[in-house]
């Protein structure tokens, strides 16, 4: 099975600064979709991001871009300008190219500091 | 466009008891997916159906079933529930076609006393 990999439980960053939220995966397929998951205290996930692995450019989506490396199973996700909105849980998240069914890493909380 | 709608919200049950959530899903969405979300075991995959058909099931007891109904809305049972059962139930919906995402509803809250 997929597995999904965030080793940062907690990570906080200044307001107006940048912050990276690492996450790595395993799998053997070459095909696949990675995402980027916002989860506020309101608990509705909200999509951040997505990639599609076949694409070698890194996505962006406004101030928050990711840095896939293919090779290394590595989905990092970057937060730019940080606002005090983005204190959530974030969580990264594998689908395989066929069937609906999301792996999701353990989340990482992040607290923005005033 | 409405999002995913889940109901109830919040909900009470004593062990043993049997227990029914609802999900909605966006207008034209007609796969629909479960996870279940606990702070030891993370998010996890329960099931999900397309066209009234289960596609794919997640390791979970026979405790747990769902199914669809041809407008695409979906339920999820939990039977005999158990202390453990106590969680959030996130639905979420897509299109169906490769790399579709996934959008989820906010959730039902059941607490299993």
């Known amino acids: 099975a997929q597995t999904v990999t965030q080793s940062q439980p907690e990570m906080s960053v200044q307001e107006a600064e940048t912050v990276t939220l690492s996450c790595t995966y395993d799998?053997?397929?070459?095909?696949?979709?990675l995402f980027w998951y916002k989860q506020p205290p309101s608990r509705q996930m909200i999509l951040v991001i997505r990639?599609?692995?076949?694409?070698?450019q890194n996505a962006t989506e406004n101030r928050f871009s990711v840095n896939f490396q293919k090779a290394a199973k590595s989905f990092s996700l970057k937060i730019s300008d940080s606002q005090l909105g983005d204190a959530a849980m974030y969580f990264c998240a594998y689908r395989q190219n066929t069937g609906n069914q999301f792996y999701f890493g353990t989340g990482t909380s992040l607290t923005v500091i005033p | 466009k409405a999002g995913v709608t889940q109901t109830p919200r919040y909900l009470i049950k004593t062990r043993g008891q049997q227990v029914t959530l609802s999900c909605s899903p966006i207008s034209g969405h007609r796969s629909v997916s479960w996870y279940q979300q606990t702070p030891g075991q993370g998010l996890q995959f329960l099931f999900e159906y397309f066209s009234e058909t289960q596609r794919n099931k997640g390791n979970f007891p026979g405790r747990f079933s769902g199914r669809q109904f041809s407008n695409s809305r979906s339920e999820m049972n939990v039977s005999t529930l158990e202390l453990g059962d106590s969680a959030l139930y996130l639905c979420?919906?897509?299109?169906?076609?490769?790399?579709?995402?996934?959008?989820f509803g906010e959730g039902s809250w059941l607490t299993v006393v």
């Open positions: 990639q599609e692995a076949y694409k070698q």
């Open positions: 799998t053997s397929e070459s095909d696949y979709y």
């Open positions: 979420a919906s897509s299109l169906v076609g490769s790399g579709n995402t996934i959008y």
